[in-house]
Antibody
Framework: QVQLQESGPGLVKPSQTLSLTCTVS??????????WSWIRQPAGKEVEWIGH???????KYNPSLKSRVTFSVDTSKNQFSLKLRSVTVADTAVYYC???????????????WGQGTLVTVSS | QSVLTQPASVSGAPGQRVTISCTGS?????????VHWYQQLPGTAPKLLIY???NRPSGVPDRFSGSKSGTSASLAITGLQAEDEAEYYC???????????FGGGTKLTVL
């Protein structure tokens, strides 16, 4: 059974960098054909895809966040990470990591999710 | 505003059937990309309910079903139960994002 767990600071000051790590257990992030993803959900608002790292290492970011976000992978620790620079209060949200499994045509669905971690941007 | 449009809310009495629509465009559902559905209970992560338009993961009751036609998709729930009260989201691949797009979510109330 695959499990994902987010970790990182719950409070970040405006203009600083938000950093989160997702630790995966029950499966290797470097095997199979999966899209290891970050997703966020501001309170009472829509779910927003932040981006993904494919098993091969290719990365896609949501164009709305591309200028501020960076993903990385540490296969030795079976972790992938998110850095979001120059945060504002609008970046306050529950951040989830998830595994995307490919469908035949194209795209993928998220079959495993972390429990989510609330990150608040405030001075 | 999401490019996948869902009704903000739907409701039904126990035992009834409800449907939730998800309307997209030619850059996502209409381009042939599959639609997936999630159920989110308060304070928890979304849970996969339907994948690839009409497939249920193991453990999801057959009261839940999905369909897709043209630029839209629907989630149907039959035999409504109190435990079905939750937020429901559709999701698909979007060409303009080169990634995933979620619908705005639909709050299901069991009367």
């Amino acid at each position: 059974q695959v499990q994902l767990q987010e970790s990182g600071p719950g409070l970040v000051k405006p203009s600083q960098t938000l950093s989160l790590t997702c630790t995966v257990s029950g499966g290797s992030i470097s095997s199979g054909s999966y899209y290891w993803s970050w997703i966020r959900q501001p309170a009472g608002k829509e779910v927003e895809w932040i981006g993904h790292i494919y098993t091969s290492g290719s990365i896609k970011y949501n164009p709305s966040l591309k200028s501020r976000v960076t993903f990385s992978v540490d296969t030795s620790k079976n972790q992938f990470s998110l850095k979001l620079r120059s945060v504002t209060v609008a970046d306050t949200a529950v951040y989830y990591c998830a595994r995307g499994s490919r469908v035949a045509a194209a795209g993928y669905y998220f079959d495993y999710w972390g429990q989510g971690t609330l990150v608040t941007v405030s001075s | 505003q999401s490019v996948l449009t869902q009704p903000a809310s739907v409701s039904g009495a126990p035992g009834q059937r409800v449907t939730i629509s998800c309307t997209g465009s030619t850059s996502n559902i209409g381009a042939g990309y599959d639609v997936h559905w999630y159920q989110q209970l308060p304070g928890t992560a979304p849970k996969l309910l339907i994948y690839a338009n009409n497939n249920r993961p193991s453990g999801v009751p057959d009261r839940f079903s999905g369909s897709k036609s043209g630029t839209s998709a629907s989630l149907a729930i039959t035999g409504l139960q109190a435990e079905d009260e939750a937020e429901y989201y559709c999701q698909s691949y979007d060409i303009s994002l080169s990634g995933s797009q979620f619908g705005g979510g639909t709050k299901l109330t069991v009367l």
